[in-house]
């Protein structure tokens, strides 16, 4: 069983940047694909970024694209979202999912495991 825990958000004004990080336990990644999705208060949970964790293949949603970026650390297991020029909406919980398959979309039921989120909150 695959336990995805998410960690580094916290407060930051705009402008600002944060660095989230997912590490999995339970199994080393492989062919498989990974994402950040967030939910705003109110609001849908809503598609971030998604990366294939063997190869260089992402994707952004156009409201962070030229923003965030996605990464990957294969020693430490660890995903990661980098976040730059953070703006008052980007105020969210921030989840990360993964699939057993490498082909990854923006679809939140294409994911079969889940972190518990961590809270990143930008003050204008």
């Known amino acids: 069983q695959v336990q995805l825990l998410e960690s580094g958000g916290g407060l930051v004004r705009t402008g600002g940047s944060l660095r989230l990080s997912c590490v999995a336990s339970?199994?080393?990644?492989?062919?498989?694909?990974l994402a950040w999705f967030r939910q705003a208060p109110r609001e849908q949970l809503e598609f971030v970024a998604a990366m294939r964790w063997i190869g260089m293949s992402t994707d952004y949603s156009d409201s962070v694209k030229g923003r965030f970026t996605v990464s990957k650390d294969i020693d430490k297991n660890t995903m990661y979202l980098q976040m730059n020029s953070l703006k008052p909406e980007d105020t969210a919980v921030y989840y990360c999912?993964?699939?057993?398959?490498?082909?990854?979309?923006?679809?939140?039921?294409?994911?079969?495991?889940w972190g518990q989120g961590t809270q990143v909150t930008v003050s204008s």
């Open positions: 339970g199994r080393t990644f492989g062919d498989d694909a």
């Open positions: 999912a993964a699939k057993n398959s490498p082909v990854y979309g923006t679809n939140r039921y294409l994911y079969e495991y």
